[in-house]
């Protein structure tokens, strides 16, 4: 039988896979899961371990999917979504960075983002209207979905941000793409961008004949091929190696992409959540009360999170129980000062150049292997860094961070936007006016 889904908030009533992609969140403020975890025997078959990443890929989302998607179609999206490396580079005594920035946007979100295009406009290939995705952005999430939905058929998408807000390399990520990516330059904040991305989705009319749809971070779609990635640094250990995860932590999706992944049989010892000053999950982890509170900036900006919005899915992974959860994860928190050192010392021992987000990983697991000497620990590099090129050279010096020739490219292009006001009743007749 085909892969259902259930909302957390209300256990009894399942959907398809192509309402828990397109709709994305619940109407009762849920979140979505898989109504039945595929178990290892399904999925780590014998020999797993010399699977190309395409054919791990697609076998981990062929259990997930239970027959949802034919199997050619579904290999043929895996392998256009998952066509960059993830590799385990090691930089000391039982420490080891799984680099997951080798896509397009130079983050890990392109891993999820670029399946859940594709899988989007699959499941919309029969439908008589093109799927619009609109999102708003406060830097990173744009350019990760703009390039994912590139050339995708049948879908357009339309990304709004803050004139002014983002920085100069992000805005040249959102807005030179062209075909099927639209930018529109809000002559506002991001809460602006927000707040009209959702009078779009409120307008019954436009939202039903632009065939609307979200992007969003919590859609299962974006959290499955995030598993993928875990059992590649498996099958990059030696044999028999169970090791520690460390995952730098936001909205949670990443580490929660981890739990799924051992559900799926990966050989695992534990997970380390680790976050900067925005510190709810370790707090949580430490007193078993989850205080949700505003945001703090730090230089790990994407992990700037006061409410992570996959929590629930992993108190619902452990049955709701506290005890479960820290039996699989534990928490460490640290600030700017310390991710700082962090950056510097990994230069000056080891020779590799680390972002912050890792820094604050690498942190972590130092502090893991204070009473675990002997544990194996990977930590996940999220981001290239030279996206946060600023700091990194306050640290390492001029010149330290190699550019991508790709991020190095997008400087010549041409940025094309439309210019937009703040304003629903300007944004809501434009879009009138790009639908049939
Ligand atoms: C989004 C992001 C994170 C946080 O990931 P979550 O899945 O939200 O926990 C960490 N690092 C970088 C670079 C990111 O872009």
Same mark, same amino acid.
Do not use: C
């Given at each position: 039988?085909?892969?259902?889904?259930? $909302?957390?908030? $209300?256990?009894? *009533?399942?959907?398809?896979?192509?309402?828990?992609?397109? *709709?994305?969140?619940?109407?009762?403020?849920? +979140?979505?899961?898989?109504?039945?975890?595929?178990?290892? @025997?399904?999925? +780590?078959?014998?020999?797993?371990?010399?699977?190309?990443?395409?054919?791990?890929?697609?076998? /981990?989302?062929? &259990?997930? =999917?239970?027959?949802?998607?034919?199997?050619?179609?579904? *290999?043929?999206?895996?392998?256009?979504? /998952?066509?960059?490396?993830?590799?385990?580079?090691? /930089?000391?005594?039982?420490?080891?960075?799984?680099?997951?920035?080798?896509?397009? &946007?130079?983050?890990?979100?392109?891993?999820?983002?670029?399946?859940?295009?594709?899988?989007?406009?699959?499941?919309?290939?029969?439908?008589?209207?093109?799927?619009?995705?609109?999102?708003?952005?406060?830097?990173?999430?744009?350019?990760?979905?703009?390039?994912? =939905?590139?050339?995708?058929?049948?879908?357009?998408?339309?990304?709004?941000?803050?004139?002014?807000?983002?920085?100069?390399?992000?805005?040249?990520?959102?807005?030179?793409?062209? @075909?099927?990516? /639209?930018?529109?330059e809000v002559r506002g904040t991001f809460d602006d961008c927000q707040r009209l991305v959702k009078a779009a989705f409120l307008h019954e009319h436009l939202s039903e004949n632009l065939n609307l749809t979200s992007a969003n971070s919590i859609n299962i779609a974006r959290l499955l091929p995030q598993a993928f990635y875990y059992f590649y640094a498996s099958q990059q250990l030696p044999e028999e190696t169970r090791p520690v995860f460390v995952v730098p932590s936001g909205n949670f999706g990443n580490l929660t992409a981890g739990l799924l992944a051992r559900r799926m049989g990966l050989p695992v010892s534990h997970f380390v959540a680790a976050t900067n000053v925005n510190d709810v999950v370790p707090n949580y982890l430490r007193s078993g009360h989850y205080e949700p509170r505003p945001s703090l900036p730090t230089i790990s900006n994407a992990m700037d999170v006061g409410a992570p919005s996959n929590f629930v899915r992993i108190l619902e992974l452990h049955g709701q129980e506290h005890s479960k959860v820290v039996d699989q994860i534990s928490g460490f928190h640290f600030d700017d000062c310390a991710t700082r050192e962090a950056i510097r010392e990994v230069g000056e021992t080891t020779g590799y150049v680390i972002d912050p987000h890792g820094a604050v990983g690498y942190l972590a697991a130092r502090a893991w292997r204070r009473d675990h000497p002997n544990d194996e620990m990977v930590i996940l590099e999220t981001a290239h860094p030279s996206k946060f090129l600023g700091v990194m050279e306050e640290e390492l010096g001029p010149g330290a961070v190699e550019i991508p020739e790709r991020l190095a490219c997008l400087a010549a292009r041409e940025k094309i936007a439309v210019q937009m006001a703040a304003e629903e009743s300007a944004f809501l007749d434009w879009l009138s006016g790009i639908a049939p």
């Open positions: 039988m085909a892969q259902k889904f259930y $909302s957390t908030a $209300s256990a009894g *009533r399942f959907v398809d896979l192509k309402q828990a992609v397109l *709709r994305s969140l619940p109407s009762d403020g849920g +979140l979505y899961m898989p109504a039945q975890m595929p178990g290892p @025997d399904e999925v +780590l078959k014998p020999g797993w371990r010399d699977w190309s990443f395409a054919e791990l890929s697609y076998r /981990i989302s062929s &259990s997930f =999917f239970r027959g949802s998607v034919p199997e050619e179609d579904l *290999r043929e999206m895996v392998g256009q979504a /998952i066509n960059f490396d993830a590799p385990l580079v090691r /930089i000391g005594d039982g420490m080891n960075v799984l680099e997951l920035f080798h896509g397009p &946007s130079l983050a890990f979100k392109d891993f999820g983002a670029r399946f859940m295009a594709r899988l989007m406009g699959w499941l919309t290939r029969e439908d008589d209207r093109e799927l619009t995705v609109l999102v708003a952005t406060s830097g990173d999430t744009g350019g990760a979905v703009a390039s994912a =939905f590139h050339r995708v058929k049948g879908t357009r998408v339309v990304v709004l941000y803050p004139s002014g807000k983002v920085s100069a390399l992000q805005e040249k990520q959102l807005t030179t793409l062209g @075909d099927n990516v /639209i930018a529109l």
